[in-house]
């Protein structure tokens, strides 16, 4: 029997208004990706609840950027020889590192018929959650965005 707290009603109302599924990665797992406001780091798409996109698609990379203390987005970009000329597709997800901190969270418990209280607070505090995002104009492109580049070039020696 797992000890982790569980919040069906706010993920299912959260899953119904964002039209996806609402993956949760424990917070720990989040942890160890190592990255803060203003970072962007490698990741390892296999460590996360996206990691069947893996056996499904050539992953080119995989990378968490860190835009607050509450919100952060993880991309899978995907090498798909089928949208050729622009065969790199980027897909995005929304992290929900402090979901409570949301100007909406106390409508978003009323929405949900859910309390705050201590199971909530513990389930958000185990886990973050990844919102899949629809795909917007840059998803399709020819090559890797600069910065994912930069992130994936090895140090240059002395």
């Known amino acids: 029997m ?6 069906p009603r706010l993920r299912a109302y959260l ?3 964002e039209g996806n599924a609402v993956l949760t990665i424990p917070r720990e797992d989040w942890d160890r990706f190592q990255v803060g ?3 962007t780091v490698l990741v390892d798409v296999t460590k996360t609840p996206m990691g069947q996109i893996a056996s499904d698609a050539t992953v080119v990379a995989t990378v968490a950027r860190q835009f607050s203390d509450a919100t952060a987005e993880v991309t899978i970009y995907r090498d798909d020889p089928a949208d050729a000329p622009k065969r790199i597709n980027a897909d995005n997800y929304v992290a929900w590192l402090d979901l409570p901190s949301h100007q909406s969270f106390p409508q978003m418990l ?8 201590r199971n ?9 959650l990844l919102i899949k995002q629809p795909a917007d104009a840059a998803h399709h492109d020819t090559d890797l965005p600069p910065t994912v580049k930069m ?3 090895p140090p240059t020696g002395p």
């Open 151 to 153: 992130v994936l070039k």
């Open 15 to 17: 899953q119904h208004i």
């Open 37 to 39: 406001p203003g970072d």
């Open 120 to 128: 909530l607070r513990d389930f958000l505090g185990q886990n973050v």
């Open 2 to 7: 797992s000890d982790r707290a569980d919040a």
């Open 110 to 117: 009323v929405a949900a018929s859910t309390r705050d209280n």
